[in-house]
């Protein structure tokens, strides 16, 4: 009985003790002012957004780096990034994202080679009418000039064209036959002996 009352008095007198030494906080603190929390969001917001866009960049470089070593150096590994296709979504001629890393490659390829030309070919799936996969075909193959040469690369060396639904990769007419065969695909026209690496 002793025992448990004294272990009830020193309950008592721990949670008093720990009562007294919490400090009051005052209700006047001063507050930030909207204008001072936006300008700090703001700033914080650009601040991320160019670090993002750094590492995009990074990352792009990396992957050209990375596919180059992966194929070799000779001028086959060249061609075989060259001819790497880019695809596209349902009814779309939107650029993925990961679809500009490959594009970036063939940036660096076409300043590494500035006597190559290509042929960009905007391909379609199965579904519409000849006349609108042909007008969507073009927009897509236009898409990718519009990449490169916005990346430096001279409109004058890369032509395009469309084959609307006219060419499938994949004959099945399912979902993943439809993905696998809209797209584009890029073809070495002139320049094409001696490719060199970036």
């Keep these: 009985m002793q025992r448990s009352m004294l272990l009830l008095l020193v309950g008592l007198v721990t949670a008093a003790l720990g009562a007294c030494g919490k400090k009051k906080v005052s209700s006047t603190t001063p507050q930030p002012n909207a204008d001072s929390i936006a300008a700090e969001r703001a700033r914080r917001d650009a601040d991320a957004e160019q670090r993002a866009r750094e590492e995009a960049e990074r ?3 990396q992957r050209t780096s990375d596919s180059l070593a992966a194929l070799g150096r000779g001028g086959e590994a060249v061609r075989t990034l060259l001819g790497t296709m880019v695809h ?5 001629a939107n650029l993925r994202s990961d679809d500009a890393a490959v594009l970036d490659q063939k940036v ?16 379609c799936d199965e579904r519409g009418s000849d006349e609108y996969n042909l ?3 073009n927009r897509r193959a236009s898409a990718a000039k ?3 040469v916005s990346h430096g690369i001279e409109a004058g ?10 060419r499938p990769l994949d004959p099945a007419h399912n979902e993943q036959a439809w993905a696998t065969n809209r797209r584009d695909e890029f073809e070495i026209l002139s320049g094409g002996d001696n490719l060199r690496q970036p």
């Design 135 to 137: 007008a969507l075909g």
């Design 146 to 148: 519009q990449y490169l």
């Design 59 to 61: 990352v792009a470089r």
């Design 88 to 92: 596209f979504d349902y009814d779309r």
């Design 157 to 166: 060396r890369i032509e395009t064209t469309s084959y609307g639904k006219e």
């Design 108 to 123: 660096a390829i076409l300043q590494a080679n500035s006597g190559l030309r290509i042929r960009v070919s905007g391909h």
